[in-house]
């Protein structure tokens, strides 16, 4: 939800319809970062639907993706870093290999659809 480099920091919750960009900390760790210059990290639970653009030129050609791509925020179970994203493909990454300067803008955050089928339960 927020890579444990990131703890450091104060933090908030995602929001749903809001736009962020990849940023890297002063802990080197790159994560989410509101739009105009706020530095808080945004912390994503899993499995929330998010869109990125702007995905770097070298990165489109290595996984094969687009630009634009929608994705589902996931925790990596390998690596040195967990917060990561899985494309449509089925293939996962670290927020560290898709660098700074991405937008990524949460279509369907994960605590919200919990919570409608908690409300649907009760009806």
Known sequence: MCDFSL???RTRLAREGETYKTARFPSGTIGLAPMGGDATPVCVPYDTQLILEDIAQDLQDSLPVRAREEVSF???EQGPYRDGVRFKSGQEISLQRLGPGVRATVTVLLENVARAARAAALI
């Open 7 to 9: 703890e450091m920091y």
């Open 74 to 76: 996931v925790r990596l």
